[in-house]
């Protein structure tokens, strides 16, 4: 039977955010697709970040921005912000950068995506400690 999912509810957004990280992860563990796991890394985070501002009451806006994202749990003092923070800053652009062309890409840093992808990991713990899980489907 499929799953419905609904916008509204942040667990639903945690869920779909811990199905992508499991293929970044295998990605990342054999070193394959830089650029792709990195922009999928950034679709990862904005699911985080959206999570948790749903539970904070925020309205679902469409977007990609991760600094207007961040900018949104800081104005509602998010304890989420200091871990959110640096990660945002590393993969904000990314998304955009990574999937289409005319942009300059870095060589790759596999050490420094292996440290995103564990930051990206415990935010995503944190998130979901505060967050009721899904019904069960």
């Known amino acids: 039977m499929p799953r419905k999912t609904d916008s509204t ?3 639903d957004w945690l869920w779909i955010a811990e199905l992508d990280l499991e293929g970044v992860r295998l990605n990342v563990a054999h070193e394959v697709a830089y650029y792709g796991c990195q922009g999928k890394l950034a679709e990862i985070l ?3 970040l959206k999570a948790e501002l749903i539970h904070l009451g925020w309205s679902l806006e469409r977007t990609h921005d991760l600094g207007k994202l961040l900018g949104e749990l ?3 003092r998010s304890l989420m912000v200091s871990p959110a ?3 945002v800053n590393a ?3 990314v998304y955009f950068v990574a999937r289409y062309p005319g942009f ?3 060589d790759p840093d596999w050490p420094a995506l292996q ?4 930051g990206v990991e415990m935010l995503l713990e944190s998130v979901k400690a505060h967050v ?3 019904p069960a489907s």
């Not at 440290?115 to 564990?118: E, F, K, L, N, Y």
């Open 74 to 76: 800081i104005a509602r």
């Open 115 to 118: 440290q995103q992808v564990a």
């Open 104 to 106: 300059d890409l870095d």
């Open 132 to 134: 009721a899980p899904p």
């Open 9 to 11: 509810n942040p667990a």
């Open 46 to 48: 904005e699911k985080i």
């Open 85 to 87: 923070s640096p990660l």
């Open 91 to 93: 993969l904000n652009q």
